[in-house]
């Protein structure tokens, strides 16, 4: 059984803050598009085109007969052969958490394989294997129960392959919608210490405040992403003490290409969206990277919630569109760069929400709850891309299977 994880003590001023090592890069093609698939949460192995065999770990070629390797999903089921405690190593990261167990496992699909061990597993155990993501964005395999037991997640080593909100400080960038009020609430129950909440406009008023208010660990903050004054102002305020930050600024509004557009809605939805973006990635990214291991409540990811659209384009709503193509654009550089530091970097993609702006779009819409379900669920499973809601699920997986058409489907 795993101790539940306690609150973190106040530290100690004095202090050194340990520094947040990263495992070495990715070295193989075929290690990136492990990690590609491991980020969408899918538990995959290479198969061979001509002899059916799975093979682990990533290679170029088929090991028995050199046949060609495609991707697919796999049967979690594995046994537990041998386990082995690492005490000394020359890896900087895993000298630090040392002692760390792995063990080789006898996978139901096929192969064996060296994989990072639940403390609850012993050899001989049937577990469920999960392929996670290292800090520094490379896959791995965790063998985890086969069956919940008590306080599973809070597990030392399973932690660092996620961002779990338990017992982390968050920043809810856009508090005066509902999506940021759904996400504030979905935080605190999922064991959030605290939920700063961005008010972008603090001489108005906004539905939903005396709510917020109300609850114990939500403090609304000034924040104002289109300026940058405002962003550094709380970046030095609260820059140390941000372990999650949950970008819900959204600008949404009606608009063609040369029909039916004003620049003016474009313009404050890219001054939103896309420097607002940068604004606190430049703001936050800093002080989180220093702190990226920094015990229970280490600073921990970087979430941006943008429309699904921007994979596309969409007719009816081209502005949106092109500034969430623009914020995915800016998420992979950022992503590239903090696998430096060991912050994850997380796209949570929406269909259309169910607000003011979407009253005329027929359903399926995406409700708030569900972006906040997604996000937590990304956090608590360390992936990189998760999508909320049945119509960004479906755009997702016909993206997949063929951009183009996908792109001329929204867009006729
Ligand atoms: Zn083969």
Known sequence: MTDPLSPPVKKDPLKNTRMGHVSPGLRSRAARAM???????????QVCDYCCTATYPPRDRCPKCWGTLDWQDQPTGATVMTETTIRVTTDLFFKEHAPWRVGSVQLEAGPTAIVHLHSDVRPGDRVRMELKLDRG??????????????????????????????????????????????MAKALLKAGARAVFLGNGDTTMRFDGEAEMVAHENVEIVPLNVTDTN?????????????DIVVNTAAVTRQSGVAFGSKLTDLQAGFESEVTGLMRLAQGFGPAMSARSDDG???????????????LTGRAGFAGQAATAAARLALISGLRGE???????????????????????????????????????????????????????????????????????????
Request: glycine share 8%; aromatic share 6%.
């Open 35 to 45: 990690a590609v698939r491991a980020g969408q949460g899918r538990f995959v192995l």
């Open 137 to 182: 964005g490379n896959p791995a395999l965790f063998a985890m129960p086969e069956k919940e037991t008590p306080n599973m997640v809070d597990d030392a080593q399973y932690r660092t392959f996620t961002a779990d909100p338990k017992h982390r400080r968050v920043l809810v960038t856009d508090g005066r919608g509902p999506v940021g009020q759904a």
């Open 230 to 242: 405002s962003v550094t102002k709380l970046a030095h305020q609260l820059g140390g003490r941000i």
């Open 296 to 310: 229970t409540n280490s600073a921990a990811a970087f979430v941006d919630v943008a429309s699904v659209y921007g």
């Open 338 to 412: 903090m696998a430096q530091t060991g912050i994850r970097v997380i796209s949570v993609l929406t269909g259309p929400v169910d607000d003011v702006w979407h009253q005329h779009v027929p359903p399926p819409k995406t409700a708030p709850a569900q972006i906040a379900k997604s996000v937590i669920d990304a956090l608590t499973r360390g992936l990189e891309i998760n999508c909320a809601g049945d119509a960004a699920k479906d755009l997702f997986a016909r993206w997949q299977a063929d951009p183009f058409l996908t792109i001329r489907e929204e867009n006729q």
